[in-house]
């Protein structure tokens, strides 16, 4: 043999040796990474039958048929609601709705899907499968590493049965209920009913098949809202989204739940969107669209999307990990020191691990023209209540936080949230096989065609900002929540008050003391003001819950005043001018968690004037020193002199005791409330009158069962209607609330005219006619010595910040309450119902339509319901 010969043969004894080593050497296959593949990539395949379609790995010189799955897509129009119609792109359903693909076919819409680690070997040139007709050759490489795997997509003539075996299961399928269990290689999920989104229980399937111990409490998806800068605040949770079920779609590789989700903003808005979740043998992902709560330009409105995963007891000792925290950080309901440190910016991935539960990882996606932040957050605290929870409190919860969604647009933008289970505790390098799904996506190779089966992210945005950025949705994370704030405000009312601004300031944390601190001024061109400063949750008096300091002055150029009594019909709205100078002290005591006690002392002077008149219209008279009507004031006039039209000092102190059984301050649904008030004015303190007002408030709330809920109708009404939903659906919260209030004052009777009067001026006597007492009449409308009024609501929640009523107020004033004559007056009735909007954390802003025999018409302030 010749030389040449000879380095021939060694060649090709190396190249032998070569081919099987080289396949030897190459790593693993990526076990968890799907490859999707549509019809418009793998033309040669256009027009087959899925059921003639088969997928085929070239092993050790034979085919062997793998699993694989056709899932069959097509664009439908859509009604999001009555008015608009939209084109979505959705598949053809196993259950749900009557979807089938009008195009039996495989065309350019449907998916081919296998697992990436189906692929093997590169077949010899130009073989094909027995009864193979065509094949696609798919060439999958791995940008990490460069190997490369090939799988065979083939048309078959006469097919073989295919494979029966199933790494995704669906148990319990219900369409209405949604698929409620998903088996996978690697885990299994459980979903409440009616719900496709908010999982409740995922559990790690170990390397023996068993299932990890259950830890999860719920996955969340909710977004947090920020109005003027923290002005006021409000978080919109999984009660304020719909989900509905569209579909399921269930093969051997993946399942595919569709659902719409309908997200109901505060104003009532809908965002409405159509999403899917993807259950893969060892992760989930879902892909949704989300969109801001509400658009109004990112200094008044900022919407933040949410998505987590929370933990129940049963997770505590686990630990969490991320790539900024390798060591982990112990789970125990406990926040530490080292635990504010761990809310971080842009990251790839984080988890939770425990050796009973195996590992949780989690990773968010955006796609590269969105630019926005995705905060990774975690918390760590179980003196949180989390009604959902089979057990009292958080414990631990960790995921993601997107920032300012308002920046993306008023479309809908795409976001991706992927969960993945696997057994044993974590070692560092166990991300490596669950990111690059989403970091390093596989690349396919078709007939030189190239695509990516899973699109990827673009290039990881790069934190500019000056501080490290934080999450605001740790809830005890103090250093990130908004402290104080500066809010403008205006009083518009051009032919009587004026036209003028104001602002307003207030600091929770002043000083970094935890002291609260406030200003307010508001003043117009025709005399209106008002100046306040009060600081409050003071603390150096030990044993007082919240002592208070204020001042303040103001200036309602016309106040409407009506006469004496209840009994006239000739009274008619004058003006007078009062200006006022106060400053207070006040402190509360608590005992026993439901009795209370308050204390006020303070200065005050009023002094009075002439009103006001329009800038237009025939005038309102003022009240000078006699009050009637127009006609009557130009001669004789009628009514009896204004006693205490002098002003004076009325410096004094106010003591409250009260009993406090309610299940909430603001519009609380069961419980009783019961008070005694005492507002004492004497001259011992500079005043110059001596009386004090005594005022006994009862008050009772009935939530009953019969009402809540409403059988029949409220198990029963259609989700999907929101008009049906204001009256009737669960969490309704109906409830029966009543309220009793008397007023008596006491002081030395004085000579007036040859009257023998109280010596109280008219403006400090008790009165009837406002939102707070008898609604239906003018402000004020009814003065006396004494005061009875009672009142009854019906309540019920028409949405989360919007609360209903129907109500109805009677009451009267008069000279002497202990007098029998004096009940024998007519009593004065109003009705009308309430709408109560709620602007969190302490904003209540109320609409009320009243009628009475006097008035009808609209009233609207900013208070609270008794």
Not at 415 to 427: C, L, S, W
Request: glycine fraction near 8%; hydrophobic fraction near 35%; proline fraction near 6%.
């Amino acid at each position: 043999m010749n030389r040449f010969s000879l380095n021939r043969a060694v060649l090709c004894f190396l190249a032998v040796l070569l081919v099987p080593l080289s396949q030897a050497l190459a790593g693993p296959p990526r076990r968890i990474d799907p490859v999707i593949v549509t019809g418009k990539q793998a033309d040669a395949l256009l027009g087959a039958g899925p059921r003639n379609l088969r997928a085929y790995a070239y092993r050790s010189g034979n085919f062997t048929p793998v699993l694989y799955q056709v899932d069959e897509r097509m664009e439908v129009t859509v009604y999001p609601s009555a008015v608009s119609m939209e084109r979505i792109l959705t598949y053809a359903f196993d259950s749900g709705v009557n979807t089938e693909d009008p195009d039996p076919s495989f065309d350019e819409n449907d998916e081919f899907v296998f697992m990436a680690s189906s692929a093997a070997e590169k077949a010899p040139d130009g073989s094909l499968p027995g009864g193979a007709s065509l094949c696609e050759e798919m060439e999958i490489s791995d940008p990490l590493n460069g190997e490369t795997r090939y799988l065979y997509a083939c048309i078959m003539e006469r097919p073989a049965p295919a494979l029966q075996e199933s790494r995704v299961k669906v148990n319990d399928l219900d369409y209405e209920k949604g698929a409620n269990i998903i088996d996978a290689d690697g885990y299994r999920v459980e979903y409440p009913a009616v719900n496709p989104v908010n999982f409740t229980s995922f559990r790690v399937r170990g390397e023996d098949g068993e299932l990890k111990r259950q830890v999860v409490d719920r996955f969340k998806l909710g977004i947090k809202v920020q109005v003027l800068r923290g002005v006021a605040g409000y978080p919109l949770t999984d009660s304020d989204y719909e989900h509905f079920v569209r579909g399921v779609r269930a093969g051997p590789v993946r399942v595919i739940k569709e659902y719409k989700s309908v997200l109901e903003t505060w104003s009532h808005s809908q965002k409405r969107s159509y999403n899917h979740v993807y259950f893969y043998p060892y992760h989930i992902e879902y892909d949704m669209d989300v969109t801001a709560a509400a658009n109004w330009g990112d200094y008044i409105h900022r919407s933040h999307l949410i998505m987590a995963i929370d933990l129940n007891d049963q997770g505590r000792n686990m630990k969490f990990y991320s790539e900024k925290n390798l060591r982990g950080q112990k789970v125990d309901g406990h926040t530490s020191t080292t635990e504010l440190k761990m809310d971080y910016g842009p990251t790839e991935w984080s988890c939770v691990s425990g050796e009973q539960a195996g590992t949780i990882m989690v990773h968010m996606g955006l796609y590269r023209w969105t630019e926005l932040y995705n905060d990774l957050y975690y918390s760590d605290n179980d003196n949180r209540g989390d009604p959902p929870e089979k057990v009292p409190g958080m414990i631990g919860k960790f995921g993601y936080y997107v920032r300012d969604l308002q920046k993306a647009g008023f479309d809908n933008f795409p976001v991706r949230f992927a969960i993945y289970g696997r057994p044993g505790n974590y070692e560092k390098g166990a991300e490596e096989e669950f990111v690059p799904l989403y970091q390093s996506p596989l690349k396919v190779k078709i007939n030189s065609h190239r695509l990516r089966a899973v699109v990827p992210d673009g290039p990881e945005l790069e934190d500019d900002r000056a501080d490290r950025p934080r999450s605001i949705y740790a809830e005890d994370k103090k250093s990130f929540e908004t402290t104080q704030f500066l809010a403008p405000s205006f009083i518009i009312d051009p032919n009587l008050l004026g036209i003028g601004p104001g602002v307003g300031y207030s600091n929770i944390d002043f000083l970094g003391t935890g002291t609260y601190f406030g200003a307010m001024a508001m003043w117009t061109d025709r005399g209106y003001a008002t100046y306040d400063v009060t600081i409050s949750e003071l603390r150096f008096i030990e044993g007082v819950e919240s002592f208070e300091i204020s001042a303040g002055y103001g200036s309602f150029p016309a106040e409407p005043y009506y006469g004496m009594g209840n009994d006239s019909d000739k009274d008619d709205k004058v003006l007078y001018w009062w200006t006022e100078t106060e400053a207070e002290v006040e402190f509360s005591k608590y005992f026993a968690h439901i009795y209370g006690a308050d204390f006020k002392i303070g200065y005050r002077a009023i002094e009075l004037d002439s009103g006001i008149q329009p800038r237009s219209g025939d005038g309102t008279p003022s009240i000078e020193e006699h009050f009637g009507e127009d006609d009557e004031l130009e001669g004789r006039r009628w009514g009896p002199p204004v006693y205490g039209m002098d002003g004076g000092n009325h410096s004094g102190f106010e003591v409250s005791l009260y009993r406090d059984m309610r299940s909430a301050e603001k519009l609380p649904k069961f419980g009783n409330y019961q008070e005694i008030r005492a507002d004492v004015v004497t001259s011992a303190l500079g005043a110059d009158y001596d009386y004090a007002k005594v005022t006994i408030d009862l008050r009772g709330y009935y939530h009953p069962d019969w009402l809540n809920p409403i059988p029949y109708l409220d198990e029963n009404v259609n989700r999907r209607y929101s008009m049906a939903k204001k009256f009737f659906g669960m969490g309704k919260n109906r409830t029966i609330a009543g309220r009793f209030r008397l007023v008596r004052t006491f002081a030395d009777e004085t000579d007036w005219y040859g009257r023998d009067v109280l010596d109280v001026p008219f403006y400090e006597l008790p009165y009837l006619g406002s939102s707070s007492t008898l609604k239906g009449y003018q402000s004020k409308r009814f003065r006396d010595n004494d005061a009875v009024m009672a009142s009854l609501e019906y309540r019920w929640r028409w949405w989360r910040f919007h609360d209903v009523a129907v109500f109805y107020d009677t009451g009267m004033v008069m000279d002497d309450m202990l007098e029998q004559e004096s009940w024998e007056q007519t009593w004065h009735h109003g009705y009308g119902f309430s709408f109560r909007i709620h602007v969190p954390p302490h904003i209540i802003i109320t609409f009320e339509w009243a009628w009475s025999p006097e008035e009808a018409g609209l009233m609207h302030q900013m208070n609270m319901a008794f």
